[in-house]
């Protein structure tokens, strides 16, 4: 049990790290959104693998605007 208990601390530190990162970013670009209303909207982006016969068929949904000033104001790579 203490590892595990060390192991969700770590996690939860983790996780402040990153919030208050994204929060940092968004705030120095005048971004209005918070860190969570930022993930619920690139958590909108799907990728999808469709298989048909022996072909492959792969691709990721538009990225609409409002998305694509996240990535930019975040400091990371728009998806492929």
Not at 26 to 51: C, M, V
């Amino acid at each position: 049990l203490p590892d595990r208990i060390r192991a969700h601390a770590m996690i939860c530190f983790l996780a402040l790290i990153l919030y208050r990162v994204m929060r940092m970013r968004l705030k120095a670009k005048g971004q209005s959104a918070s860190p969570r209303t930022a993930l619920d909207l690139l958590a909108r982006i799907q990728r999808h693998t469709t298989h048909i016969g022996t072909k492959t068929f792969t691709g990721t949904s538009r990225s609409q605007p409002e998305q694509l000033n996240l990535f930019e104001a975040l400091n990371i790579p728009k998806p492929a």
